[in-house]
């Protein structure tokens, strides 16, 4: 029988290549939901299939998902939140930097993530207390290494819309919550900072982060695990501050300030 992981792996890979089928370079069309967040027709699709396959594979487990299930009631086994589609926004421009997240709690706390980006053949993977995967290989969040001037910090829209941001690192803004985390995971990026997502964008990547020795936290020290019981997890977005280690996330936090 598979693992969860292996489950989990299994489906980002194949729901990855069924949102391939809607895909294309010129774009895609979209609509507003009430949040104002994109939404196509893909990110519908797409958790379908996936609430599907859990509903077969684990018909007595909880499923929170950004597009069908953003509540949950009592938790009662272990909790399966999916984003079938992060970064609709890069997707629907024809940009490749989109993908699919999948994590399992455990206790109220992540205990797999798994992250498959299509355009990139990129699937990362991290079980609890084993380490972080990139494609089968194990993966370490980095520090900057001394001489090196092209670190960088990767960010959302949003951050410089409602922050000032004095970190000294380039800035990219890669629209994606999942792949800033993971970029931060593979030792890409040294900080990141998410200033709006849910816990569908993070679920995952959480575990990715910790699994690779990097660091993560909320900035306003609010508390996405455990899961809450009787929930509606739109109501609540959870600022992300990630980094190669705790002192860089420390002295960021610090660089980061709340426009008055």
């Known amino acids: 029988m598979d693992s969860p992981l292996t489950f989990a792996a299994q489906l980002a890979f194949d729901t990855g290549k069924h949102l391939l089928e809607y895909f294309t370079p010129n774009g895609t069309f979209t609509s507003l939901k009430e949040d104002y967040s994109v939404v196509t027709e893909a990110d519908l699709s797409a958790d379908q299939l996936i609430a599907q396959a859990i509903q077969r594979k684990y018909p007595t487990e909880n499923l929170i998902s950004e597009e069908l299930q953003p509540t949950i009631g009592e938790i009662d086994a272990a909790v399966w939140v999916v984003d ?124 990715i982060v910790n699994e690779s020795g990097g660091a993560i936290e909320t900035y306003d020290h609010s508390h996405p695990f455990p899961l809450r019981a009787n929930y509606d997890y739109r109501l609540t977005s959870f600022p992300i501050l990630s980094g190669a280690t705790s002192e860089l996330v420390s002295n960021s936090r610090k660089q980061i300030k709340p426009r008055q």
Not at 148 to 170: A, E, G, L, N
Not at 172 to 185: E, F, H, K, N, W
């Open 84 to 207: 079938p589609l992060d970064g609709t926004t890069n997707f629907s421009l024809g940009m490749p930097i989109w993908g699919v997240s999948i994590a399992r709690i455990v206790d109220g706390w992540p205990s797999i993530g798994v992250v498959y980006f299509p355009m990139l053949d990129e699937l990362f993977t991290a079980q609890r207390s084993s380490g972080a995967f990139l494609n089968g290989e194990q993966i370490h969040a980095q520090p900057p290494i001394p001489g090196q001037p092209t670190s960088f910090f990767s960010c959302c829209t949003r951050t410089h819309q409602q922050y000032d941001v004095s970190i000294r690192y380039k800035t990219r803004i890669l629209g994606s919550a999942c792949y800033t985390l993971c970029a931060v995971a593979r030792g890409m990026a040294v900080v990141g900072f998410e200033a709006t997502p849910k816990i569908w964008d993070i679920a995952a990547g959480w575990l």
